[in-house]
């Protein structure tokens, strides 16, 4: 039978198809992201195309992108996979020149994707070529594959100095994205009463920015989902690329953002505080934690969810103030923000305060949500960011932590906290003549130094380290390579073998400590049971990777019989199913913290039927220990409402049981939630 396949497209017109199978198919374009080419640069970049598929039959199809220049016979393709129905798939396609043209060239070109074997859209583009000036780039990101888009600013000629040229690093809001957030910096704001999205269309095709004595670069953050997670692994792979590819000066990057991409200005400088010169954080949110029903539910039953305060301590930006030390910070807020009150600026002025950092905080009066059009206005701001200078910290400084992920700043690292999941603390002091080192710590069982960062250090030299009193003072030799290890005793220290030997089970520490938004944080393969009677298991996982229409989320997704051992080596996994319908997690079953015994689940000491319950629980591979596996049973939970991430997953503990019955995050009962400790025990 022949049915009708119903195409619905942004940027292409609507198109009606026969296809072989009596089922009714929708695709929705979200976004078309190409590259523009550097004057001289052959490639091959990459652009992408997202779409959702629509159907009733859960059957994934092929899908394919590819790219042809108008009057070549060369098609570059892209990779094919999998599509499947109720979420959205990004295709990534190549584009190279060559034979690069010269400055502000445009080039014609056709974008073809292919969905199944009978649907075939195309769409007429055109990619340019500039010298300077604004540019979009995109990358693939190993945490899924796929590729993401960024917007960047190019300045004239060599940089001024030997070490490179100044960066500045622009977060954008919720509905809003990288290239409007571009413009912005530049003091080019909307015209009035114009959306975002309109505002989009009509950027000009060559947006001729004032010209600037640095580079900029506005990431996607993985659109509106908040810049921790994976839009936080998004703002630090980008940084890295245009690190790796233009001459930035590593003591001069800074970074800004507005309402949303405020918050992100908090969170990237006060976990990362030793990668940042300065910081201009714009109508920043601070309580980003929960949105508005998440936290009404938690923290009004705190006897049902006894690890909230635990999570929100470790979440909660105020708590990080102290690592402000480093770098200067200037605060822009409307006095008249409904969105975001100013009294998250003024909380967040008094905690910087009480850490010993001053913080400029500019109000605007009358003024709304919108401070970022007089806080860029006339690209004020962004000239004092690239004119920023990060003191390194060779003589002093001080930082505080209570995860081993934000655990180092520059030649200091905690290797092991005395109370996991307390926050610790660091003072430094480096004296060069003669070479001594002063730290005051608390809560650090464990700490390492490379000590070959430091001015005028080199191996053999030795160097006093003391305690900050002076008390229980050890000398130690400069190794050729790798840091010092040392225990802190008492009043002093005492010196470690050089590299730690991990036996036995494994123990809590960077990229291996958990909480269940970790494992969705690197690389990770959503894997659904193929033994079951129904469909059930694969529902689940396309429930649990629909994360909506405002994050861009691409998960890998694989049956368990396609999963390989290379897979297990190289990714986190969260696994859908029981013992019975998902052949991974009948590998694992009687080695997980949470098990399947029969018609119970079982949880240390506790029982619970089987039908009843559903959970979520994260813990070291038992098939790989360097990577996570996330148990996610029962799968009901409805995650395509706006702040998924935010309100939901960054703010579950280790594991999660809960009693079925509700299709939205915490409105069921809770029968057992909380933290593993540090060797991942009950």
């Known amino acids: 039978m022949n049915i009708l396949i119903l195409i619905a497209l942004i940027v292409c017109s609507s198109n009606f198809l026969q296809a072989r199978e009596n089922v009714l198919m929708r695709v929705e374009l979200k976004y078309l992201d190409l590259p523009t080419f550097k004057t001289g640069e052959s490639g091959p970049l990459y652009g992408r195309v997202v779409f959702k598929l629509r159907s009733d039959d859960l059957k994934p199809v092929t899908a394919q992108a590819s790219f042809q220049f108008e009057d070549r016979e060369d098609e570059f393709i892209g990779d094919s996979q999998k599509a499947y129905p109720g979420i959205f798939t990004s295709l990534s396609f190549p584009v190279r020149l060559d034979d690069p043209p010269g400055e502000k060239s445009v080039l014609r070109g056709e974008i073809k994707v292919r969905i199944g074997e009978n649907l075939l859209l195309s769409r007429l583009v055109f990619i340019y070529v500039r010298d300077s000036g604004m540019f979009f780039r995109t990358y693939r990101s190993n945490l899924d594959d796929s590729v993401y888009p960024y917007a960047l600013y190019l ?42 999205e309109l505002a989009l269309f009509t950027l000009p095709v060559w947006p001729e920015l004032p010209r600037m004595p640095g580079i900029v670069v506005c990431p996607w953050g993985r659109g509106t989902m908040g810049y921790h997670g994976p839009g936080a692994r998004d703002v630090l792979d980008v940084i890295r690329l245009v690190r790796e590819n ?22 990237m400088t006060l976990r990362y505080p030793d990668l940042f010169a300065a910081a201009v954080p714009v109508c920043p949110p601070i309580d980003f934690d929960l949105d508005g029903s998440a936290k009404e539910i938690l923290l009004g039953k705190k006897e049902k969810f006894p690890y909230i305060e635990t999570i929100l301590a470790q979440n909660q930006i105020t708590n990080w103030a102290a690592n402000a030390r480093s770098f200067p910070v200037h605060i822009h807020h ?106 005051k710590t608390s809560n650090v069982a464990v700490i390492c130094l490379d000590l070959l960062h430091l001015p005028g250090v080199k191996p053999g030299s030795r160097i006093e380290i003391t305690a900050g009193s002076g008390n229980g003072g050890i000398n130690v030799a400069v190794p050729k390579a790798g840091p010092v290890r040392l225990a802190v005793q008492g009043p002093g220290f005492s010196l470690l073998t050089p590299s730690p030997v991990l036996k036995g089970a494994p123990v809590k520490r960077k990229g291996l400590e958990g909480p269940i ?41 694989k049956p368990d019989s396609e999963v390989t051992e290379s897979d297990i080596m190289g990714s986190h996994l969260v696994l859908f199913g029981d013992e ?103």
Not at 411 to 438: H, L
Request: proline share 7%.
């Open 155 to 196: 300045p004239e000629g060599p940089p001024g100095s030997s070490s490179g040229w100044p960066l500045a690093v622009s977060l954008h809001g919720a509905y809003s994205n990288h290239a409007n957030n571009m413009k912005r910096l530049f003091g080019i704001g909307n015209h009035a009463d114009e959306p975002d």
């Open 246 to 267: 233009h001459p930035v000066d590593p003591e001069r990057i800074s970074i800004t953002g507005l309402s949303m991409g405020g918050n992100g200005t908090w969170e």
């Open 334 to 439: 409307g006095n008249d923000d409904p969105a975001v009150p100013i009294s998250h600026s003024e909380k967040m002025v008094a905690a910087l305060e009480a850490a010993g950092v001053e913080a400029s905080l500019t109000r605007y009066g009358n003024v709304g949500h919108n401070a970022w059009d007089p806080a860029y206005k006339n690209y004020r701001t962004l000239i004092q960011l690239l004119g920023a200078r990060r003191e390194k910290p060779d003589k002093e400084f001080f930082f505080t932590t209570c995860r081993y992920e934000n655990a180092r700043y520059d030649w200091i690292e905690i290797e092991r906290f005395e109370n996991y999941g307390d926050y610790a603390t660091v003072e430094a002091r480096f004296e060069s003549n003669p070479p001594g080192i002063s730290l």
């Open 580 to 682: 019975r319908s998902n052949k991974l997690i009948g590998r694992i079953n009687m080695m997980s913290p949470v098990r399947f015994d029969g018609d119970r689940v079982v949880a240390g000491e506790d029982r619970y039927p089987k039908d009843d319950v559903s959970f979520k629980c994260v813990f070291p591979n038992p098939l790989n220990p360097e990577r996570l596996v996330l148990l996610n049973f029962a799968e009901e939970w409805d995650y395509s409402n706006m702040w998924s991430f935010q309100g939901i997953f960054k703010n579950l503990p280790d594991y999660f049981i809960y009693r079925r019955g509700a299709s939205g995050p915490f409105g069921s009962e809770v029968l057992k939630a909380g933290f593993f400790n540090e060797n991942w025990n009950w």
């Open 517 to 557: 938004y970790q494992a969705v944080s690197d690389r990770v393969i959503l894997v659904y049971g193929t033994g079951g009677s129904d469909n059930s298991d694969l529902r689940q996982t396309l429930r649990f990777a629909d994360w909506g229409e405002l994050p861009d989320v691409h998960f890998i997704i």
